[in-house]
């Protein structure tokens, strides 16, 4: 193979590496303030597909794919702030000792519940958005329109992301909660409303994700479980908690996963990368940028 060609197979994995860190960014980011697992982030992921494909097809038209996402995204805030209040608030209000046990139970009752709303709604059929773009290059990768909107969305969503969290007021108190959340209530901030903002902000990051690879990925209920499987190897391979290790993890796994399928079998890219995470877990545990827990 020549290093023309393998340029491109490299290219390639690190494209879709990163689309891919972005649900890895909103389970690792709600985990680093709640201290909590959402195993229902493919179905809001799967929301932000549905929502982003019926706003095109009826009211907006093919053309305002642009203003699809920030409504999609919105939407899954806005769904995302009513779900923290309303059912994962009472875990933090006392009486409840096994929150980990009450988490999981919600979240995946919340997988259940919005895979067969889905199904009731929109039935169990598969919806092709249009393209969002003319196909175009990439230094020596030819590349979909659609993929480059994705990869171009997804870099500035990062980017926004990295102001939130790093210059305003409202990153530094996600960061002490992420800290300690006992600590950050001295200070005056109301944590139960910051774990609300932090829910929502985390299930729009998987909304972006969804509306952004819908039509290459297509719009259908169970089109969230792939991206969540993806999503949990990156955050393992990164590191739980880690910002950094969401991006560095999703380059790594779209890299391992591009030239596995070019070296060895295309049939078995999806192995790649659990073969990645196991080799990595045998010789750092917490993963490329998580930190060991403290004893005292």
């Not at 039935?123 to 958005?129: D, K, T």
């Not at 955050?235 to 996963?257: K, N, T, Y």
């Amino acid at each position: 193979m020549d290093a023309y060609l393998l340029s491109q197979y490299v290219l390639s994995g690190l494209v879709i590496g990163l689309i891919y860190s972005l649900m890895a960014l909103g389970i690792t980011f709600i985990y680093g303030i709640m201290k909590m697992i959402n195993w229902s982030m493919g179905e809001f992921y799967m929301i932000g597909s549905y929502v982003q494909y019926a706003l095109l097809a009826t009211f907006l038209g093919w053309d305002l794919w642009y203003l699809a996402l920030p409504l999609a995204m919105a939407s899954v805030f806005l769904l995302g702030l009513a779900v923290q209040r309303f059912l994962l608030r009472p875990m933090y209000l006392g009486g409840i000792e096994r929150r980990d046990e009450y988490a999981t139970i919600i979240t995946i009752a919340l997988m259940v519940l919005f895979r067969n709303l889905a199904i009731v709604l929109g039935g169990p059929n598969q919806f092709a958005p249009k393209d969002y773009a003319r196909a175009t290059s990439l230094l020596t990768l030819p590349i979909s329109g659609n993929r480059m909107v994705a990869l171009v969305s997804t870099v500035l969503l990062l980017l926004l992301f990295y102001v939130l969290t790093r210059k305003t007021w409202l990153g530094r108190a996600f960061r002490g909660a992420a800290q300690n959340r006992v600590g950050i209530q001295t200070a005056g901030v109301d944590v139960l409303r910051l774990d609300m903002l932090a829910f929502g902000v985390g299930v729009a990051l998987a909304a972006a994700a969804g509306a952004l690879l819908a039509p290459d990925f297509l719009v259908y209920p169970e089109n969230g479980a792939i991206s969540t499987f993806k999503g949990f190897e990156i955050i393992v391979i990164g590191g739980l908690g880690s910002l950094m290790g969401s991006v560095v993890g999703g380059l790594l796994l779209g890299l391992i996963e591009a030239l596995g399928s070019v070296f060895l079998s295309p049939g078995y890219k999806d192995l790649y990368g659990f073969v990645l995470l196991l080799a990595l877990l045998a010789f750092r545990p917490t993963g490329l940028f998580g930190e060991r827990e403290r004893t005292v």
